[in-house]
């Protein structure tokens, strides 16, 4: 049995957690939040694009480095610990879906320019009243897609977003040049990474796969997903840990406290059992394996309960100073809800887990 | 990745797997009907046809009468077993935590007496640690030992002893001097449970069932070479005996109802508008949790199996078990009872027969968040040992443990 990343992930996901253990973290997060600051740090990215992390899943026909689900894993954990400053989750993202859904000609004509940084791609689920990615109004017209996609992470500055939108068959994705559309942007909850308002009006756009591949993808979206916010969770309970371990109240740390200690100890509980469904996803994505939905889902909302406990415990925990404007608690509180807005919120994918459970049951039957 | 053996992995499985087919075939249906006595001859004949085999002790030494393999072999020979309904439980604790115990501390002469017979199983043992006012805090106890000559005499109470009624002996930690710190005064014997001044109770529990007792020592003399450990060791040798609980508790009971039974009844319960539970949200939400808590254990099992496989070992993930599984359980058995109303109240021959494993596993998964470690007591081994926080103030730790409070 083998259920663990190989050492070459590993060795990257180091490598990734080093470089940002350096460039990237809470500072620099801080200096992000200004009004005036930019969109992402592009100094870091320059570095992120000539380590060859854009490159990573891209197959080596088109100018990558051909890896496996398990780098991008590994990537988007360190970028969620360190809450990087750079499109690197939705550069992933992007990538997974044109791997999966793109024809010949699509991945030929955008993952060079992905691999090699000269093309950024981000992908448009969320719509303004549309909660969950398969309630949308944006829909398909010929070759045109009409419709308001908002917030959509590291919108300002991608040349190329892959939309979802409504089809005959279901809701599907279509790759739209955003040079043809109009990019706004807008404010979230979320003071660091920035998103935008993505407007088409007849825009041209051209399909990209069909609505079982946007299944397929909302699924592998999922695991990448959970694995960022593992990562960010994580580093909200190292934080709250290391504070335990000096607060001092009543003649003692806090950490002796059991109130404390046990709500320390539910932190690691959740992200275990979150890494657990989420290791599953990437053996089933690795394999193309059946239960890839099953636990695609599970890793979705297991990941998200555990950020969303360890991100409300960490201010809870630091008491009055982790309230201020002046702590870190607050991004992580606040990444917790750009992660939930992103591809469908906890209850859908919760429900999506006993709809794969059901069909498995009756498939079994 | 993958979730298959490796080479050497699959021939001992399919080794294992052809002996069983063989030799278990007795026991592909489960014996709900048994008595203890039934219960206990078949578990003996059972365990010596796994001695003659070769798949006892797989894990131990070779010169103690063990196989010498490695905790992977030990695993997938249980996943084999655990196909059939072979008779378990009457050697988990002498086996799982005892005779380890004996044959790392005990004296040659000992070990070479008591191991290969509890390893046939002809000898069944017990392990006498908890009081009743030593729980959680077993370093607390009370039951004193005095040396006499060559022997020692023992006297108090120990309490929460699985199978002392069907024991022949027993590993006993007992305190021997009282004037130095609790950790500090303590040392570990051998007693045999037939011996003069052994009365043995059995403890009915909230379930009705009696699977544990209470054992009174009144003057019980023990021969000082059956001590295990240096006198005054006694914590220590239990750290080797409790290290050996903490493999052996962990998943779910078979028997225990998981998110498949919650979802079938839910297919066949009516919500309050008339529709299938399982078509509501509420409904569908707790299947989800209860999937990814006890899928989540297993998978975080095969993380740890992955680890030794590799013959590297486990991370300290695997701590998570148990503390999650009694508490899902409760969960998964109140909420299935709660959609079943009123039907949910009827027991005994007035249930039915689904609803009673509910209420079984209901009542039982509160034995469960104590035994072994209670819920509480795992979460401070999970913030101390695996997150790095400081212990619990413990203001008696460095006084004598006469003088203590």
Known sequence: ?365 | MDFNDSPAEAEYRAKVRSWLDANAADYREPHEDWDLKTFIAHSKAWQAKKYEAGYTGITWPVPVGGQGLSPMHSIIYSQEEGRFHTPSGLYSIGLGMCIPTVFTHGSPEVTARYVPKALRGEEVWCQLFSEPAAGSDLAGIRTKAVRDGDDWIIDGQKVWTSFAHASDYGIVVTRTDPSVPKHKGLTMFIVDMKAPGMEVRGIKQMSGDSGFNEVFFTGVRVPDAWRLGAVGDGWKVALTTLMHERLAVGGKPRSAPGYEQLMSLARLTEAPNGAPAIEAGDVRQRIAQTYINDQGIKLTQMRALSALSKGQVPGPEQSIAKVVVAKTMQDLASFALDLAGGDGLLAGNDADPELAKLQSSYIGAAGLRIAGGTDEILRNIIAERVLGLPGDLRPDKDKPFNAAA
């Open chain 1, 1 to 365: 049995m083998n259920f663990d990343f190989s050492d070459d992930a590993k060795a990257l996901g180091e490598q990734a957690r080093r470089l940002f253990a350096d460039k990237a973290g809470t500072a620099p997060a801080r200096r992000a939040m200004a009004a005036d600051a930019p969109d992402h740090d592009a100094a870091l990215w320059a570095e992120v694009v000539a380590l060859g992390w854009t490159a990573a899943r891209v197959p080596e026909a088109h100018g990558g480095l051909g890896l496996t689900p398990e780098e991008s894993a590994q990537l988007a954990e360190a970028a969620g610990h360190y809450l990087a400053h750079v499109p690197l989750v939705s550069t992933l993202l992007a990538t997974e879906a044109l791997i999966i859904a793109g024809s010949e000609a699509q991945q030929a004509k955008y993952l060079p320019g992905i691999a090699d940084g000269s093309l950024r791609a981000v992908v448009a689920v969320n719509e303004p009243g549309a909660p969950s990615p398969t309630s949308l109004k944006t829909r398909a017209d010929g070759g045109a897609l009409t419709g308001v996609k908002a917030p959509i992470a590291d919108l300002a500055g991608a040349g190329l977003a892959i939309v979802a939108a409504a089809g005959p068959d279901g809701p599907s994705l279509w790759l739209v040049e955003t040079a043809a559309a109009t990019v706004e942007a807008v404010e979230t909850l979320d003071l660091v990474r920035r998103h935008g308002r993505l407007t088409l009006d007849g825009t041209p756009a051209e399909p990209l796969g069909d609505a079982a591949a946007y299944q397929a993808w909302l699924d592998r979206a999922a695991v990448i997903l959970a694995y960022e916010a593992i990562g960010t969770g994580h580093a909200a309970m190292d934080m709250t840990v290391a504070y335990a371990k000096t607060r001092v109240a009543f003649g003692q740390t806090i950490g002796r406290y059991q109130g404390v200690k046990h709500k320390l100890a539910d932190m690691y509980i959740k992200l275990e059992l979150a890494r657990a469904h989420a290791l599953h996803g990437l053996a089933m994505m690795d394999a193309g394996g059946a239960e890839l939905t099953q636990s695609a889902s599970a890793a979705r909302v297991a990941s998200l309960d555990a950020l969303a406990f360890c991100a409300e415990e960490a201010v809870q925990l630091h008491g009055g100073i982790g309230y201020t404007w002046e702590s870190d608690c607050q991004f992580y509180y606040r990444r917790n809800r750009a992660l939930v807005g992103t591809i469908g919120a906890r209850g859908w994918w919760a429900d999506r887990l006993v709809r794969a459970l059901e069909q498995r049951n009756r498939a079994a039957a």
